[in-house]
């Protein structure tokens, strides 16, 4: 749980970081230029920051926040242009900057004051011009015009990213939720008749088999304990899941007469595999619940295999006569599909198929 906090509290805390990151390295930039550090100059460019500042502080706390993620964008759009203008407006009007330009005007004449800087007009060739003005210069509206379209374009879509992200986290701790909701239903899948028959087969077992008997309640008490507390964890050892359907395979023999048929394969090339918790509980159910009949030969096949990284699970059983109407796998299945999918994405493959008389199931995830 604090590893979980400390992420979100780091996360809380990235776009101030690169918000203050910027303005810094902004208000820095002046001390950098030329050999010598001149604070006067340095004063008069903080100075010219200032509104970009105000217009980042108006975009970042009041309108994005108000008008924009309240889907009122051609309103923020408006409200944003109205700003540069106001803005601008002042700057292009502010005295200090109507000096600055008179200055630039009369150093300008000063520069290109006929006979100055050029020699006599007989020394020179009569093809040469005189070389025109430098190039001009943007208005100081326009400029803050185009560099505040810049910063609030970096404030908006910094602001979307972080929210965008932010959704996404959500979006992913909600699928977390409804997987760990489905699996408390799947926990709670393995009926409660199933443990009152296991419980009425096994005091029938005392009288003429104790130690069968005994053996039948030891393997109950592992299967419960692995639905009530191993699969509290999102990832067990392969191993303890192959206990778990053993368990609960060899219990529901005991309720079935010989002539129904059950087989149960683990390969043994799984070493070291991790799997989450009660993924094949509800194929196993289906198949008793629908594979197996008291009065006619009847089947279930398990096998388990690991083919080259890949968890192969196969499960076939027969249709009983009252069952072939019915539809096999109702939301068991359908919630463990769900599962699979919140779980592998695109990376398992399922597939069901019935015939007249089969049943079959074939799942396929990565190790």
Known sequence: MNQIENKKNLFALFEPFIIIVFWILLFASPLFLGDELDWMHVFKIWKSFIPY?????INHFVLLPFVFFRNHVWI????????IL???????????NNQQINEREMRHEQEFRPGRDFPPPHAMNRNMRR????????PPYLSFMIISVLIIGFDTGLKLSVKWVHSERQRIHAEKKNVESQLAFLRNQVS???????LNNIHSLINFDAEEARESIIRLSKLMRHLLYDSEVEMIPIQ??????????DLMKLRYPEKVKIELHFDKNFTDCSIPPLLFTSF??????YGVSYDQSSFININFSNKKGVLSFTISNSIAKNMENSEQGGIGI????????????????LNISEEKELFTVNLNIPL
């Open 53 to 57: 500042l105000i217009l980042f502080i």
């Open 284 to 289: 196993v159910e289906n198949a008793f619940k």
């Open 76 to 83: 923020f759009i408006l409200l944003n242009i109205l700003t």
């Open 86 to 96: 106001i803005i601008a407006f002042g700057v292009s009007n502010f005295p200090g």
């Open 334 to 349: 359908e919630n463990s599909r769900r599962r699979l999918d919140l779980l592998y994405g695109d990376r398992f493959s």
């Open 192 to 198: 409660p008749h199933f443990f009152m028959n296991t």
């Open 240 to 249: 303890k899941e192959f206990e778990f359907i053993r368990n609960y395979v």
């Open 131 to 138: 070389p025109g003005p430098p190039p001009k210069q943007l």
